[in-house]
Each structure stands twice: as C-alpha cells, then as structure tokens.
C-alpha cells in the first residue's frame, strides 16, 4: 500500500469529505487529523516533524493510501518528495469563508491545554503556519501563502485544485477512474464538529449548512 493522494489543502476545506470520498475511490484508509487523535503513537512524530525530524515517510504512512486535512497538508512538500507518482490535492475556499468556519472549530483550540496532541497543534501552527492564526487578516494571509506555495511547487500535471462542491470529477479524472454513481459525501459541518467538541455555542443557520470540514 503507498500513498496516491497528497492533500494539501487546510483543515475546513472539505477534507473531512474528501477522506470519505478517497476511501471510496481507493479502498483503503485515508490519513486525517482524526487518526492522529485516535492513534497515541501519532502525535510524537508529527511534532517531532515540526522541530525538524522527519520520520521515514512511507514507513509512518504504510497503512494509509491517502492523506488529507492538517497535519499531513502542512508537510505537503516533504510527501509530493515521499510520493512523487501522487496526485496533490489541492482544496481551497474563499479565504475569509475558510477563516469564519476555522474560527468556530479548528480554531477554538485552547493552547494552554498540555496534551502530547496539544503539544503537537502548538508546534506545528508555530512552524508550519502561522502563530497569530486567531487573527483573521494574520491567518487568511498565511492560507493565501500557503496555497500559493502549492500551486507554484507542483506540476499541473500532478495537481487538482478542488472546491468544496466540485465533487467527484476532478478527483476522478486525475486518479483515471471512474466517477461513482452515489452522491459526494457532506460531513463534518460546524454544527456537527462544535457538537462533537461539546463547544457551547448556539448553532446558527450559516452553521447547520456548512459541510466544508
């Protein structure tokens, strides 16, 4: 099993649906911030990236056949380089869009919190993104940053810049297969992520019709 999707796009981008939508297309299991809170073993080595020790990616990531969302799309360049024959998946939204829906969830992370998965989140925004990401011009320049980088840094060939809402033929063209007969998935809203979190917030509608996760 090797990796044959590198997503490169930023958690609140779709990634929670594109996990499901990979797994499908793929049949296996696609890396996602939630194997790294499910898995003890996975925070140590993501923070030690971030300080600069990589792990021996095809090893760490044996048992994937994709990886999308954070922590695996801050590390973009080192996987494209890992995987060379993999298709880089780019999904992206309008930037002040992307930073309303961050701020209610990813972002509602409290730093102070001392956990080995914690730990992780401090280290890797500090290096891989932008230390001030609670500040919306801060934080939609540095997504603006990143999404440039990825866009100069890969072949055309070997990138698909997808929107939340373009569903299964890009993905499909590029992997060469089939686009499936059932319906794109939707999940990971930010009412079902700040319910899940147990965040106290009254849901709004804007909320309740968000699925870009």
Avoid at 26 to 44: D, Y
Avoid at 87 to 116: G, K, M, N
Avoid at 187 to 203: H, P, V
């Amino acid at each position: 099993m090797t990796i044959q999707v590198v997503g490169a796009g930023l958690g609140r981008t779709g990634t929670k649906s594109l996990k499901f939508a990979l797994e499908h297309l793929l049949g296996g299991t696609c890396h996602h911030m939630f194997e790294v809170m499910s898995r003890a073993n996975e925070p140590p080595v993501w923070q030690a990236a971030a300080e600069g020790s990589m792990p021996d990616w095809s090893e760490f990531l044996a048992d994937y056949t994709a990886i999308v969302d954070w922590p695996g799309a801050a590390f973009w360049p080192e996987l494209h380089a890992a995987f060379p024959e993999a298709v880089v998946l780019l999904s992206v939204r309008e930037l002040d869009q992307w930073f309303d829906s961050a701020s209610r969830t990813i972002f509602t992370h409290d730093p102070d919190t001392d956990t080995p998965s914690s730990r992780m989140w401090q280290a890797l925004v500090k290096s891989r993104f932008v230390e001030d990401y609670r500040d919306r011009q801060t934080a939609t320049e540095a997504a603006a940053r990143h999404n440039s980088a990825v866009l100069s840094g890969v072949d055309r060939s070997k990138l698909v810049v997808w929107h939340p809402g373009d569903g299964w033929a890009p993905i499909c063209e590029a992997l060469s297969l089939a686009v499936p007969s059932i319906e794109f998935p939707h999940t990971n809203s930010t009412k079902e992520f700040r319910k899940r979190a147990g965040l106290d917030r009254a849901t709004t509608t804007a909320d309740a019709s968000e699925h870009f996760g």
